[in-house]
C-alpha cells in the first residue's frame, strides 16, 4: 500500500530537476492522510467524510505536490504512519482520519500554489 501512496504522492522520490521543491514532513503526512483516509471512509460509508479529504486531495495533486522531492527522514515518517494506520483499531483509525479532516481543512499547501 505504502508503494501506491508513495507513487500518487511523489513521483519523482530522491530525483527530479534542479527546480523541484522539497515537500515538508507534516504535507506528506497530511497528503497520505488523505490517501488512506478516502479509502476507509469510503469502505465505511462515510460519504461526507470522504468528499471533504477526496476534494482535499485533489486539490493538492492540482496545486504541484506529486512534482516535490521527498526526503530520506520524510519517508520514514510516512512508513511509521503507515504502520501506525495498519496496526490501530477502526476507533484509532477514526480519530486519525479526524486528523485527515483537520488537514484538508486546514493546510495551506493548496493556497501557497
Same mark, same amino acid.
Given at each position: 500500500?505504502?508503494?501506491?501512496? &508513495?507513487?500518487?504522492?511523489?513521483?519523482?522520490?530522491?530525483?527530479?530537476?534542479?527546480?523541484?521543491?522539497?515537500?515538508?514532513?507534516?504535507?506528506?503526512?497530511?497528503?497520505?492522510?488523505?490517501?488512506?483516509?478516502?479509502?476507509?471512509?469510503?469502505?465505511?460509508?462515510?460519504? &461526507?467524510?470522504?468528499? &471533504?479529504?477526496?476534494?482535499?486531495?485533489?486539490?493538492?495533486?492540482?496545486?504541484?505536490?506529486?512534482?516535490?522531492?521527498?526526503?530520506?527522514?520524510?519517508?520514514?515518517?510516512?512508513?511509521?504512519?503507515?504502520?501506525?494506520?495498519?496496526?490501530?483499531?477502526?476507533?484509532?483509525?477514526?480519530?486519525?482520519?479526524?486528523?485527515?479532516?483537520?488537514?484538508?481543512?486546514?493546510?495551506?499547501?493548496?493556497?501557497?500554489?
Amino acid at each position: 500500500m505504502k508503494k501506491v501512496l &508513495i507513487a500518487g504522492l511523489v513521483s519523482c522520490l530522491f530525483a527530479g530537476h534542479a527546480a523541484a521543491e522539497n515537500l515538508d514532513k507534516e504535507t506528506a503526512l497530511g497528503m497520505a492522510s488523505l490517501m488512506i483516509c478516502t479509502t476507509f471512509y469510503a469502505e465505511h460509508d462515510m460519504q &461526507i467524510e470522504g468528499s &471533504i479529504v477526496g476534494q482535499s486531495m485533489m486539490a493538492h495533486k492540482t496545486a504541484g505536490i506529486e512534482e516535490m522531492i521527498m526526503s530520506k527522514e520524510t519517508s520514514e515518517a510516512l512508513d511509521a504512519y503507515m504502520n501506525q494506520f495498519k496496526a490501530a483499531n477502526k476507533e484509532q483509525q477514526i480519530k486519525l482520519c479526524d486528523e485527515a479532516i483537520k488537514f484538508a481543512r486546514e493546510s495551506d499547501f493548496v493556497k501557497a500554489e
